[in-house]
């Protein structure tokens, strides 16, 4: 199991992080997440937010 635990600011903050594009070239970002507190609609609403996938 992950330890880092679900902290919707935190979260917020790292994927506000991540790049958009990369010398020209559009990319796309996944997460998984192992710990059991990241299960919560808060976590899917910001992963939507940011375009982030889930696996």
Do not use: C, W
Request: net charge neutral.
């Amino acid at each position: 199991m992950g330890t880092k635990k679900f902290d919707p600011e935190d979260f917020e903050g790292f994927l506000k992080l991540l790049p958009p594009e990369k010398d020209g070239i559009r990319l796309r970002h996944a997460l998984e997440v192992r710990n059991p507190s990241f299960a919560t609609e808060q976590f899917y609403d910001l992963a939507r937010k940011y375009g982030v996938a889930i696996v």
